[in-house]
């Protein structure tokens, strides 16, 4: 069987039309702005319109960066995988904000993940990751039906499991915390007396990309399946540590 660490990292939908969007429903938001009832002196009506208006402009932004987590509307920057353990490979474009660049990149995925992974393991091969089913799969698949992509077939599949269905996905953030219940990957390599993350986390990805440090975001993409292989080894006993001197 072939066990495979995964992770993804996302930023902001490029397309116009997702800020277009955030931004037509900013103006109908507007429209519907009403000073308190009140307020009689127009000067003051008018500056808290104003005021109402600024907060929803501002809120416009807030909502088109955590359209980094909506597989409807973001964009997959950087995939990284390894195969039993091994060295994780990276896929990103540096040129992220081609038209294209998104396209391409899954395309690039499927062919990797072709090279790489034997046909005559695919059927048993498990996909492992760290809140894998219910994001970085999904996700994938999400984005691959948008842009037409088909997904290599052990995506396709791990993606159509549940959960608890692990022999196909084993999904570390579920298995330590249950459905339902979260753990951050950070917080459960340390408690696992794994090292943790460092400066860079997903809260900064875009700020990253961005500023020209795709490559950065694709070195720490490609760590965390290695932290993942990691954790996944303690949580199935198949790295265990030997204490010596244990009282009988």
Known sequence: ???????????????????????????????????????????????????????????????????????????????????????????????????????????????????????QTELAAQIIGHNVSAFDLRFLVQRSMILGVKPHPVLARAAACKPWETDRVYDTMVQWAGVGSRISLDKLCKALGIPGKGDLDGSKVWDYVQAGRIAEVADYCADDVRKVWAVYQRMTFARVEVLEDVPA
Request: net charge negative; aromatic share 6%; hydrophobic share 45%.
């Open 1 to 119: 069987m072939n066990k495979i660490p995964l992770d993804i990292e996302t930023i902001p939908g490029q397309a116009a039309a997702v800020l277009d969007a955030l931004r037509a429903d900013a103006e109908a938001e507007k429209a519907e702005c009403r000073a308190p009832g009140n307020y009689k002196d127009p000067e003051k009506i008018a500056a808290n319109i104003a005021e109402q208006h600024a907060a929803i402009d501002a809120a416009v932004m807030d909502k088109w960066r955590k359209t980094s987590f909506d597989g409807a509307y973001g964009q997959i920057a950087v995939v990284s995988f390894a195969i039993d353990g091994g060295e994780p490979l990276k896929v990103w474009n540096e040129d992220w904000q081609h038209p294209q660049a998104e396209h391409f990149l899954l395309h690039s995925l499927r062919e990797v993940m072709h090279d790489t992974i034997k046909p």
